[in-house]
């Protein structure tokens, strides 16, 4: 089915890509990843097992060991948000837990002995959490968790501990980029206690406009308080968010708007060589041209779609084999000139 938040339009869809809840877990009377031995990691691989066979109650799932998946294909699952950059390499002991639709994802000894993520279109939040909760209770119910009575879950990292909670949402904040208040806005939010990162979370970097913002700390609040906060202010967000292009179709700016937005397609529709970083810059012009109506024949979730498939890994997995930037650069604009061509608004 692949992963159905990048393929539908949730609330809030034109801002709100997606939304992603992650609970941080570990096993009673077992050591840490970073430093358990062969056997303790084993262990907690073969747990991963059991846990699976009890989440078949919820959903169809699949259960991988990371080391008999080829590099490449831990790469997709990178690019589709389904296992962290980390848990690609140092395979041995390592495993996920995918949900047929990729809602739901499990990575095992990664940072933590598990990581449960669920994702979905839009901002859903209070629906997010809801699920993470049911599978967190299901997990639960065979293994026994490092926990105590007066701090909450027990993590690896510190930030985590608590909870164990990261509530995140997926950005795309293309008008506030051109009227150069983006700066502004995601300076502030730090002084809301929350984290703005990459497109693909800690340590990466943002290309089209494109922004996680999630919770920097848990401890000391409840899932629903974290939460609350969370939303209230992606709320303000998306509010100056919605102004700014409101601004950008105006009469005395929406010339220049439609110039740098239609200048973004003719690019896209018509080169023979892009890089990644170039691709996800006009695809955000192109999405912002959607958004303000001024281009009716493309499916909105475009972007969302477009911005995993010209990965690197992607279109190796497409070709069969390793290819050269050069060669990548080639097939990604072909890919991206074919898509533009098919996927119309009668696709959705």
Same mark, same amino acid.
């Given at each position: 089915?692949?992963?159905?938040?990048?393929?539908?339009?949730?609330?809030?869809?034109?801002?709100?890509?997606?939304?992603?809840?992650?609970?941080? =877990?570990?096993?009673?009377? %077992?050591?840490? +990843?970073?430093? *358990?031995?062969?056997? !303790?990691?084993?262990? #907690? $691989?073969?747990?991963?097992?059991?846990?699976?066979?009890?989440?078949?109650?919820?959903?169809?799932?699949?259960?991988?060991?990371?080391?008999?998946?080829?590099?490449?294909?831990?790469?997709?699952?990178?690019?589709?948000?389904?296992?962290?950059?980390?848990?690609?390499?140092?395979?041995?002991?390592?495993?996920?837990?995918?949900?047929?639709?990729?809602?739901?994802?499990?990575?095992?000894?990664?940072?933590?002995?598990?990581?449960?993520?669920?994702?979905?279109?839009?901002?859903?939040?209070?629906?997010?959490?809801?699920?993470?909760?049911?599978?967190?209770?299901?997990?639960?119910?065979?293994?026994?968790?490092?926990?105590?009575?007066?701090?909450?879950?027990?993590?690896?990292?510190?930030?985590?501990?608590?909870?164990?909670? =990261?509530?995140?949402?997926? %950005?795309?904040? +293309?008008?506030? *980029?051109?009227?150069? !208040?983006?700066?502004? #806005? $995601?300076?502030?939010?730090?002084?809301?206690?929350?984290?703005?990162?990459?497109?693909?979370?800690?340590?990466?970097?943002?290309?089209?406009?494109?922004?996680?913002?999630?919770?920097?700390?848990?401890?000391?609040?409840?899932?629903?308080?974290?939460?609350?906060?969370?939303?209230?202010?992606?709320?303000?967000?998306?509010?100056?968010?919605?102004?700014?292009?409101?601004?950008?179709?105006?009469?005395?700016?929406?010339?220049?708007?439609?110039?740098?937005?239609?200048?973004?397609?003719?690019?896209?529709?018509?080169?023979?060589?892009?890089?990644?970083?170039?691709?996800?810059?006009?695809?955000?012009?192109?999405?912002?041209?959607?958004?303000?109506?001024?281009?009716?024949?493309?499916?909105?979730?475009?972007?969302?779609?477009?911005?995993?498939?010209?990965?690197?890994?992607?279109?190796?997995?497409?070709?069969?084999?390793?290819?050269?930037?050069?060669?990548?650069?080639?097939?990604?604009?072909?890919?991206?000139?074919?898509?533009?061509?098919?996927?119309?608004?009668?696709?959705?």
């Amino acid at each position: 089915m692949g992963c159905s938040w990048m393929k539908k339009e949730g609330p809030e869809g034109d801002i709100v890509l997606g939304t992603r809840v992650r609970l941080a =877990r570990n096993f009673a009377k %077992l050591p840490f +990843p970073a430093t *358990a031995n062969r056997d !303790q990691a084993k262990q #907690v $691989l073969q747990k991963g097992e059991l846990i699976a066979e009890k989440l078949g109650e919820l959903t169809d799932v699949k259960f991988y060991r990371l080391a008999e998946v080829d590099k490449l294909e831990r790469e997709v699952m990178m690019e589709k948000h389904l296992i962290s950059p980390a848990h690609t390499e140092n395979t041995a002991s390592k495993g996920l837990i995918l949900s047929l639709n990729e809602d739901i994802s499990i990575m095992i000894n990664e940072e933590d002995h598990l990581r449960i993520q669920v994702l979905f279109p839009g901002l859903q939040l209070r629906e997010t959490w809801g699920l993470a909760n049911k599978v967190d209770d299901l997990v639960e119910s065979v293994v026994d968790y490092a926990f105590s009575p007066n701090i909450g879950y027990l993590t690896a990292c510190p930030t985590n501990v608590g909870t164990g909670m =990261r509530g995140s949402v997926m %950005l795309h904040l +293309p008008g506030l *980029a051109r009227i150069q !208040q983006l700066s502004k #806005v $995601l300076t502030s939010i730090s002084q809301f206690g929350l984290v703005v990162r990459g497109l693909y979370g800690e340590g990466s970097k943002s290309f089209g406009n494109i922004y996680q913002i999630s919770n920097q700390v848990s401890l000391g609040y409840s899932e629903t308080d974290v939460l609350e906060h969370l939303a209230k202010v992606t709320a303000q967000i998306i509010s100056s968010e919605r102004q700014a292009r409101q601004y950008l179709i105006e009469k005395q700016q929406r010339i220049y708007s439609e110039d740098q937005i239609f200048r973004a397609y003719g690019l896209l529709t018509n080169a023979r060589t892009m890089t990644t970083q170039e691709a996800l810059e006009l695809l955000s012009s192109v999405r912002l041209g959607i958004d303000l109506e001024l281009i009716k024949d493309l499916n909105k979730n475009l972007l969302k779609e477009l911005m995993v498939e010209i990965r690197a890994a992607h279109l190796q997995k497409i070709m069969g084999q390793s290819l050269p930037h050069e060669e990548r650069d080639r097939l990604r604009a072909s890919l991206i000139r074919d898509r533009l061509r098919q996927k119309t608004t009668d696709d959705s």
